[in-house]
């Protein structure tokens, strides 16, 4: 069987370090690894409107901003197709027939979906577009019978909603829809990475982001002002490595090598959280090894993304190609799927004919 990766983000703000260690660079990666038949990079402007409804204008100023970061990264529109949501109207006939396989109490469970309705104040006024989200995901990786898909942690609960109507639909009405996996980080701290205040999540609301279009100095002056352990006053009192948000992205980040480049005193991270962990390091010492560290990989992404700036029309060709690709690859799906369910009329020469027969013969 094909190999098959889909994965997207919502449009709605540039994306950032965490978006970089939990998911861009490993679909890099997997691009660069050969092992996949096809890679749909998906830029997620309907689902943004599902909780965006009232603010149109800034999912439409963040199509870009996505699209360049993805290019800047290294994602490559001669391997991956990187296209826009709206722009493949299967998607949502296909949501439309999945919505007859979840119960409105099964959508209510989606931890994901409660969290989210929580975080919005959402409670009282739910847009159904908002809490129907899920099954327009199973749609989106469906529809490119994807069997593979890199996301963050906080989308366990979209891969298995998915991967029950997947299920309920083979069931029904007979083998038709790949079931997908997901790809989880395999690096701890990439799982979730933290935000600059130390806060759980790095996220654009709480305003604790590196983004990767930063320049050198912002990303200078925002990994000096990490909050870190807060016991630890003076370098001579022992800190805390757990939960420290700069040990964190060490661990996101960091390689043996940059050890051997920029801090030579020390072998490997091990070492240096050993010492910060008896006294006598420095936050400051800590942090400029940090900075050097995010710089040397932000460096080249930054570049690229100056190039690609300079050629604005020429990304929207590329979501434009992508965009008419996936149309195609969706196109088909939804055709099996019709078929599977009998709502394939016209297409259905044996059906024209026997009711034909039926009629005639009365
Ligand atoms: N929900 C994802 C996010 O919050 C975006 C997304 C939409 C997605 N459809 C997807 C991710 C399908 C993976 C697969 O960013």
């Given at each position: 069987m094909a190999k098959i990766i889909l994965t997207g983000d919502r449009p709605t703000g540039k994306l950032h370090v965490g978006h970089y260690v939990g998911s861009l660079k490993r679909r890099v990666e997997l691009q660069e690894s050969g092992g996949y038949d096809q890679i749909f990079i998906m830029i997620a402007d309907a689902q943004a409107l599902t909780d965006n409804a009232d603010d149109p204008e800034k999912v439409r100023q963040n199509i870009i901003e996505v699209a360049l970061d993805y290019l800047s990264v290294g994602l490559d529109p001669a391997k991956s197709t990187l296209f826009i949501q709206s722009q493949v109207p299967q998607l949502c006939e296909l949501s439309f027939y999945y919505m007859n396989l979840v119960t409105v109490s099964r959508l209510q469970r989606n931890p994901t979906v409660k969290s989210e309705i929580q975080m919005r104040n959402f409670e009282t006024?739910?847009?159904?577009?908002?809490?129907?989200?899920?099954?327009?995901?199973?749609?989106?990786?469906t529809a490119f019978k994807a069997t593979t898909v890199p996301v963050g942690e906080d989308q366990m609960p979209m891969l298995e909603q998915t991967r029950e109507i997947v299920h309920k639909f083979n069931t029904v009405y007979g083998e038709t829809l790949v079931m997908p996996d997901i790809l989880l980080p395999d690096n701890k701290a990439c799982l979730r990475l933290p935000g600059i205040d130390g806060k759980a999540k790095m996220s654009k609301s709480l305003g604790n982001c590196i983004f990767l279009s930063d320049t050198e100095k912002d990303v200078q002056k925002k990994i000096m002002s990490m909050f870190t352990d807060p016991n630890h006053l003076k370098v001579e009192d022992p800190g805390q490595v757990e939960g420290n948000?700069?040990?964190?992205?060490?661990?996101?980040?960091?390689?043996?090598?940059?050890?051997?480049?920029?801090?030579?005193?020390?072998?490997?991270?091990?070492?240096?959280?050993?010492?910060?962990?008896?006294?006598?390091?420095?936050?400051v010492k800590v942090k400029k090894f940090l900075n050097k560290v995010i710089q040397e990989e932000l460096a080249p992404i930054r570049e690229r993304r100056k190039q690609f700036e300079q050629d604005i029309p020429a990304v929207y060709k590329i979501l434009e190609e992508g965009s008419r690709k996936a149309e195609a690859v969706a196109a088909q799906t939804l055709a099996d799927v019709k078929k599977a369910m009998k709502i394939d009329y016209f297409a259905d020469q044996a059906l024209i004919e026997e009711q034909a027969?039926?009629?005639?013969?009365?």
């Open positions: 006024s739910i847009p159904v577009g908002f809490f129907t989200y899920p099954i327009s995901q199973a749609a989106d990786i948000p700069v040990f964190t992205y060490l661990d996101a980040f960091c390689r043996d090598e940059h050890f051997a480049k920029y801090l030579p005193d020390y072998d490997d991270l091990e070492a240096l959280k050993a010492h910060y962990r008896r006294g006598g390091l420095g936050d027969k039926r009629f005639r013969e009365g």
